[in-house]
């Protein structure tokens, strides 16, 4: 089932996407859920059009952990090592954005990146995860943009302001909740830059699987239903512009797209 959150008439809502196409070809209905999707939920019957709704990121998130260098060929294209442990960061909150919203240049850089990369979505409070477990507390999949400030990575000793300014993390367009751990981690994952293919990989190419990084995040901190985990970026990585449309497509799940502009 997909699972979008969407605005209409003031209301904020959650509801199953029903159809084929996708968010720009029309299509698609939406079918009210009562409640909210991390518990058990009924949908409503009433139906809205996708094309009359402003989808919103498919979740809020207390906290979004993402995992840098969780690609063998992206590391090296930095001239990176893959890291003897996964290197974590956060994204906050106020980074957050859906699909159809805009990436706004920050005005502390001049190189800004896109980043395609699979995000685990929680559905359920965890804490020290065993593997055997790790299925029953993902909600789902979705999208992202890691969108990265490459300048001030570089000369900034932490990531915090060249991975986490505001609007620095597209998720959507909606959470794909019927996928097993096994099909999430052999998909195509591709970015487009005004309709020029960037990157293009597969999530079977993480250094670290899904797991793994469950694992290793739950053995310090508690996940909370909603909690988002960025994976990783395969190779392609590259400048974006005022002006340019991103978009991060992602098999069996869907397509985030954004549009660049001028931080105002």
Not at 28 to 51: M, Q
Request: charged fraction near 20%; charge should be negative.
């Amino acid at each position: 089932m997909r699972i979008a959150r969407f605005s209409i008439d003031g209301n904020v809502a959650f509801g199953a996407v029903e159809g084929e196409g996708t968010v720009e070809s029309g299509g698609l209905v939406l079918d009210i859920i009562k409640g909210i999707p991390y518990t058990d939920f009924e949908l409503s019957g009433t139906k809205v059009p996708l094309s009359k709704v402003r989808l919103l990121p498919p979740v809020l998130p207390n906290k979004v952990v993402a995992i840098g260098r969780n690609y063998a060929e992206h590391a090296a294209e930095l001239g990176n090592e893959v890291p003897d442990v996964p290197v974590a960061f956060f994204k906050p909150t106020t980074s957050v954005i859906g699909s159809g919203d805009a990436i706004e240049y920050p005005s502390f850089s001049n190189e800004l990146h896109h980043e395609a990369e699979l995000a685990v979505v929680i559905g359920r409070m965890c804490r020290e995860v065993p593997r055997e477990r790790v299925q029953d507390v993902i909600f789902g999949y979705t999208c992202a943009n890691d969108v990265t400030a490459r300048d001030a990575q570089q000369r900034e000793k932490q990531w915090a302001r060249a991975k986490g300014f505001d609007t620095s993390c597209p998720l959507g367009p909606w959470v794909e909740t019927d996928m097993s751990i096994a099909a999430a981690g052999d998909l195509t994952i591709q970015a487009t830059v005004n309709g020029e293919q960037r990157q293009l990989g597969r999530t079977s190419d993480m250094v670290r699987s899904i797991e793994d990084l469950v694992v290793h995040i739950t053995e310090a901190m508690t996940l909370l239903p909603g909690d988002v985990i960025l994976t990783g970026t395969p190779a392609g990585v590259g400048p974006l512009n005022v002006g340019d449309e991103v978009a991060v497509t992602i098999e069996g799940i869907g397509t985030l797209t954004n549009k660049v502009i001028k931080r105002g």
